[in-house]
């Protein structure tokens, strides 16, 4: 039995580009890791063929495929080994909230497949190649604690981001489809700019701005409270907004429209 532990992501800034020729947009963020996780259990024995069996304190496969059993078979595919996996996950990563807890699900698959299998596919391939499952799967197979993620996501660079910061997610009651947010941002002429590097520089708003912000009408109420929150930000294309402080900071205002989650770390 493999056991795993699947981390969710902040994005701290999100630049997204225009349209590309094959449908996806180019992107430049830094995404970083944080201690809100899903738990994974595997079993895996060689087999003729590939077969994938998932449960888990969740629905799955309700419809569609979901991105673990997409990832299983990228890896066989790739790889040319045949298995049979059976997967119990244990979930807490919110879906739909650009915390990427289905990437990083299926990113734990792959690289739990390649390590069994003595690793037939070199890292670098794996991660660059992995973007075929989903835009984040690259960042949580590279392992990176942080990184600069650019291209349509399978270009991985390890950078330093906020260890240690305090992150407090605020997930709203109706949530975003991201397909639905990159149509509606392509509407919308956004500056050309690119995001700095974090080595000892803290992130603010000006300099680490995300663009899907653009589609959201209603300003995030503690955006402007600098003195207490150097910087609040939406992860990903949303819908969860979050805060990164020094230390887990006592919630004051009535958040009635979110859900609060709170003591999180960037690992």
């Known amino acids: ?22 449908g996806y947009h180019d992107l430049e963020t830094i995404m970083a890791r944080i201690s809100l996780s899903d738990y ?36 066989s595919s790739l790889s040319g080994h045949d298995f049979s996996l059976s997967i119990w996950i244990d979930k807490h990563i919110p879906a739909g909230a650009g915390l990427g807890g289905g ?9 739990a497949l390649n390590a069994y299998f003595d690793n037939p596919i070199e890292h670098d391939e794996l991660t660059r190649f992995s973007v075929d499952v989903g835009s984040d799967v690259p960042f949580f197979v590279s392992g990176f604690r942080g990184a600069l993620v650019t291209g349509k996501g399978e270009c991985v660079r390890e950078c330093a981001v906020p260890h240690g910061s305090a992150v407090t997610l605020f997930l ?26 974090l080595d000892g520089v803290s992130p603010t708003r000006r300099t680490h701005p995300n663009d899907f912000e653009h589609l959201y009408n209603v ?21 969860a907004w979050y805060m990164l402080s020094s230390t887990p900071s006592e919630m004051v205002e009535n958040f009635t429209d979110y859900d609060i989650l709170s003591q999180y770390f960037v690992i």
């Open 40 to 75: 994974i259990d595997m079993e895996i024995h060689e087999s003729e063929s590939t077969s994938v069996k998932i449960m888990g304190n969740d629905s799955y496969l309700a419809e569609g495929m979901d991105l673990m059993e997409k990832g299983a078979l990228f890896f």
């Open 219 to 239: 300003k995030f109420p503690l955006c402007d409270r600098k003195d207490d929150y150097p910087y609040v930000s939406l992860t990903g294309s949303g819908s």
């Open 172 to 197: 709203p009651r109706s949530r975003m489809e991201t397909s639905g947010a990159y149509k509606a941002l392509d509407a919308i002429r956004r500056p050309q700019r690119h995001l700095p590097l």
């Open 103 to 111: 990437s990083s699900d299926a990113a734990s698959v792959i690289t």
């Open 1 to 22: 039995m493999v056991h795993v532990e699947a981390n969710a992501k902040i994005n701290i800034g999100l630049i997204v580009g225009d349209k590309r020729s094959d």
